[in-house]
């Protein structure tokens, strides 16, 4: 069935380090992959997002990239700050008339040591 | 900033019984999801909403779940015969036009309701 795999399942960084996060999907017809941060009791929260055919993005310190043929894609943090501390989960997405189905990854929880 | 709001933020109910989740999407979007958060784990998706019919569910979505859309503004989750496994934070969300003619391509979370099944 469709699944998505994300790594590191804990991320420590030191602040001003950069943090990565790795995902690979297994199902071909997914063709958006957006981001969500995620704080303690709080909802996700979309912090970026790529569209299929598009290899790279960048939104200040954050930045996505995917390689469609790999099924592989990741997200980038520069510069990290005690604030980006949270849960970060990737999704990929498939595209249907009806909206999206988005299968999520199991989440990465990312600690900026100040 | 338009928000996707739920209620309510927080339901216990007792093995056997049913429970209606409420959600208000945002007022322009068309498109309507309901995900469950098992605590500590992943986001999973549940169903889709579209066109007043329901356009994807996953293995998770069987006969004890049914979405509604009663007016134009509610959309419902009424989950029949909960069950202890049932406990979990429940998120409505929703997105724009469809997305590849939109700029917004975001499905925007409501801020969850937690059930508790005992």
């Known amino acids: 069935g469709e699944n998505v795999e994300q790594h590191p399942s804990t991320l420590s960084v030191q602040e001003g380090d950069s943090a990565v996060i790795k995902c690979t999907y297994s199902?071909?017809?997914?063709?958006?992959f957006p981001w969500y941060k995620q704080e303690l009791g709080k909802r996700p929260q979309l912090i970026i997002d790529?569209?299929?055919?598009?290899g790279e993005k960048k939104d200040q310190r954050i930045a996505v990239t995917l390689n469609k043929t790999a099924k592989h894609f990741s997200l980038h943090i520069t510069e990290t700050q005690p604030e980006d501390s949270a849960v970060y989960f990737c999704?990929?997405?498939?595209?249907?008339?009806?909206?999206?189905?988005?299968?999520f990854g199991a989440g990465t929880r990312l600690f900026v040591k100040a | 900033e338009p928000e996707v709001t739920q209620t309510p933020s927080h339901q216990v109910t007792q093995m056997g019984q049913e429970v209606i989740l409420r959600c208000v999407p945002i007022?322009?979007?068309?498109?309507f999801y309901w995900y469950r958060q098992i605590l500590g784990q992943k986001v999973e998706f549940l169903v889709s909403?579209?066109?007043?019919?329901?356009?994807?569910k996953s293995e998770i979505f069987d006969d004890q779940f049914s979405v509604e859309r009663p007016d134009g503004s509610n959309f419902t989750l009424k989950i029949r015969s909960t069950k202890l496994e049932d406990s979990a934070m429940y998120f409505c969300?929703?997105?724009?036009?469809?997305?590849?003619?939109?700029?917004?391509?975001?499905?925007?979370f409501g801020q969850g309701t937690r059930l508790t099944v005992v």
């Open positions: 969300a929703s997105s724009n036009l469809w997305p590849w003619e939109g700029e917004n391509t975001e499905a925007f």
């Open positions: 199902d071909s017809a997914s063709n958006y």
């Open positions: 790529i569209r299929s055919n598009v």
């Open positions: 999704a990929a997405s498939r595209v249907m008339t009806g909206g999206f189905k988005t299968i």
């Open positions: 007022s322009n979007h068309l498109y």
């Open positions: 909403f579209y066109n007043n019919e329901i356009s994807e």
